[in-house]
């Protein structure tokens, strides 16, 4: 059973600062234009026109600064229970494309994907992030077995990694954004392959 993440968006970020959100968009930049090791105090100091003493107080660390900044251009999705499987993913996936339209995003995520590549306790900490952005679609999925939609052997881990897998590969990797179209693709996919099956007798009395 994976670990369920019970963290929210960091209590450090906050977004209605303009200090701080010019600190954070300056990490981005910078690990978009030069990878991991070009995300330094020196630099972010430099870009945001601060000090590197404000940069100490509010993070104790380079991999705390570099979550808050994915947090910041990547915030975790909320979709309310409407009461139907494709539905609910469909909105949950149509946040996540609006997010993926903004400029420059697929660079902020593939830096941050080789950070964590890089970096051993990035990573380890990326990873927690990742199943924090997961877990929307976990209470999806979890709902739809409750409700019988969705298989009750499906493994929910899995599940969760294929709904959210293809956008970022479309985005990251094939250096394409993706659309309304794609996710409807996905959501034919995914529904029949996870949708409950009749028993036999169900099939006869459907017939």
Avoid at 47 to 55: E, P
Avoid at 121 to 132: K, N, R, Y
Wanted: aromatic share 6%; with cysteine.
């Amino acid at each position: 059973m994976p670990r369920q993440p019970e963290s929210q968006d960091p209590p450090r970020a906050d977004h209605g600062d303009p200090r701080q959100e010019a600190i954070l968009r300056a990490t981005l930049d910078l690990l978009r234009d030069g990878g991991y090791a070009s995300v330094t105090t020196d630099a972010i100091a430099a870009r945001a026109g601060v000090s590197k003493s404000t940069l100490y107080r509010r993070w104790r660390n380079k991999t705390q600064l570099l979550l808050d900044a994915a947090y910041l251009e990547i915030p975790r999705v909320h979709v309310p229970d409407v009461g139907d499987f494709r539905d609910q993913v469909r909105l949950l996936l149509e946040q996540r494309l609006e997010q993926y339209r903004k400029p420059g995003v697929e660079r902020s995520f593939g830096g941050l994907i080789g950070a964590a590549a890089e970096n051993p306790e990035f990573g380890d900490s990326f990873s927690e992030w990742i199943e924090v952005q997961k877990s929307a679609t976990a209470q999806i999925i979890q709902r739809a077995i409750a409700r019988g939609e969705v298989r009750p052997d499906i493994n929910v881990d899995h599940l969760t990694t294929l709904i959210a897998a293809p956008l970022v590969f479309r985005l990251v990797v094939e250096r394409r954004t993706p659309d309304k179209e794609f996710v409807e693709s996905i959501l034919d996919v995914i529904c029949r392959a996870i949708a409950v099956t009749p028993t036999e007798p169900e099939r006869e009395r459907a017939v």
